[in-house]
């Protein structure tokens, strides 16, 4: 069968149409699918903010965040490696090392909490209403009957942790030191299960402190010292040291943290009926 010159014509203007629809489809997939891969603390999974944050993030821009909830030292250690475009952490030493040493860009700091020191009600250190968390130390490590449960993960709460023992130049005897190798939530069950004293940010706290017997929950016995300051800091991963990272995702990601309507998501988020996160522009 022979065509003419209108028929392949035609034929050409409907390929070309097929074709122009397909880019287009998969140009509007391809943006629908950028991912913008982040490392972060465990405290931020446990405590619910994220999943407040995120899905506003992807409707405004697009970009899905998969994000690995980890210690900080581990979170970090994903920056360091490049399996991740940004990390967010909470321990400053940390955060300043990482980017010294050429791997990330630039401290954010985007909000704080704060860190109390929680235990059963019944209290055997005699610590309840202390607010000199290195005193507090000083009264768990020579408590006989006290028994303190770490994350023992490298994470920024154990960061801290090992800071106040030190500055409080003491040790918890082995018999009453437990090492869990734990994200927040699951050592505060563990110290909820034990009865026992644990470090951990409010917001994790108020949100997991639960039980079906309402006296063997834990209570707050230890808080408003300076040194329980806890920020969160975001770190884009620096290209020059990984060129495959996703920095315009990553840059994207800060400019949107620091807007009105992701600041109104950190204040307004409430846990307990209790506001848990305050913006920090500088420190």
């Not at 405290?43 to 993030?57: E, H, R, T, V």
Request: charged share 20%; proline share 3%.
């Amino acid at each position: 069968m022979k065509y003419t010159f209108a028929q392949n014509f035609n034929v050409c203007r409907c390929l070309a149409l097929v074709l122009t629809v397909f880019l287009f489809i998969t140009t509007l997939t391809c943006q629908a699918q950028e991912v913008l891969k982040m490392s972060t603390t465990t405290s931020l999974l446990d405590n619910g903010l994220l999943d407040a944050l995120l899905p506003a993030f992807k409707d405004e821009t697009g970009i899905e965040v998969k994000a690995v909830a980890r210690g900080t030292g581990a979170a970090i250690l994903d920056g360091r490696d490049g399996n991740v475009d940004i990390i967010f952490v909470h321990a400053r030493e940390l955060e300043e090392q990482f980017i010294a040493d050429g791997y990330g860009v630039a401290r954010i700091p985007v909000m704080y909490n704060d860190f109390v020191l929680a235990g059963p009600k019944k209290d055997p250190a005699g610590i309840a209403g202390m607010n000199d968390c290195v005193a507090a130390f000083s009264k768990l490590a020579n408590a006989s009957s006290a028994q303190f449960i770490s994350r023992g993960d490298e994470s920024g709460t154990h960061f801290l942790e090992n800071k106040l023992w030190k500055e409080a130049q003491v040790k918890m005897p082995a018999a009453g030191y437990l090492s869990v190798g734990q994200g927040m939530s699951r050592t505060l069950l563990i110290a909820f299960e034990k009865q026992a004293y644990t470090l951990v940010d409010r917001a994790t706290f108020l949100n997991l402190n639960q039980g079906d017997d309402a006296e063997s929950h834990l209570v707050i016995h230890c808080e408003g010292d300076k040194r329980f300051h806890n920020i969160y800091t975001l770190i884009a991963v620096n290209p020059k040291s990984h060129p495959h990272v996703n920095k315009g995702a990553a840059d994207k990601f800060i400019s949107w943290i620091r807007s009105d309507a992701a600041m109104s998501i950190i204040t307004g988020f409430r846990v307990a009926d209790t506001q848990v996160f305050f913006p920090v522009n500088e420190e």
